[in-house]
Nanobody, 114 residues
Framework: QVQLVESGGGLVQAGGSLRLSCAAS????????MSWYRQAPGKERELVARISSAGGITTYADSVKGRFTISRDNPKNTVYLQMNSLKPEDTAVYYC???????WGQGTQVTVSS
């Protein structure tokens, strides 16, 4: 079965950095694009970043462009989200997901204080 385990979240002050990790199993990781989503209290789940299966193409939400970087290590079945220059508006639970697979992990909480 598909399993996605997010980690790396925490509490950080505005301007700080965090690196999120997502360990994947139960499917052929290298064949799937991967995405990071986030959901803040009272808001809809938002697509943050996406990376193609081989890692050659990345896309970002306008709100994080220039601050966040998505990457992947296919031999390790892991996708990352490097988050720099964090803002309070980035506070949310962050989830990873394989493109076209409707499976979600438990998420990891990111809290940015002002």
């Amino acid at each position: 079965q598909v399993q996605l385990v997010e980690s790396g979240g925490g509490l950080v002050q505005a301007g700080g950095s965090l690196r999120l990790s997502c360990a994947a199993s139960g499917f052929t990781f290298r064949n799937y694009g991967m995405s990071w989503y986030r959901q803040a209290p009272g808001k809809e789940r938002e697509l943050v970043a996406r990376i193609s299966s081989a890692g050659g193409i990345t896309t970002y939400a306008d709100s994080v462009k220039g601050r966040f970087t998505i990457s992947r290590d296919n031999p390790k079945n892991t996708v990352y989200l490097q988050m720099n220059s964090l803002k309070p508006e980035d506070t949310a639970v962050y989830y990873c997901n394989a493109v076209h697979l409707d499976s979600w992990g438990q998420g990891t909480q990111v809290t940015v204080s002002s």
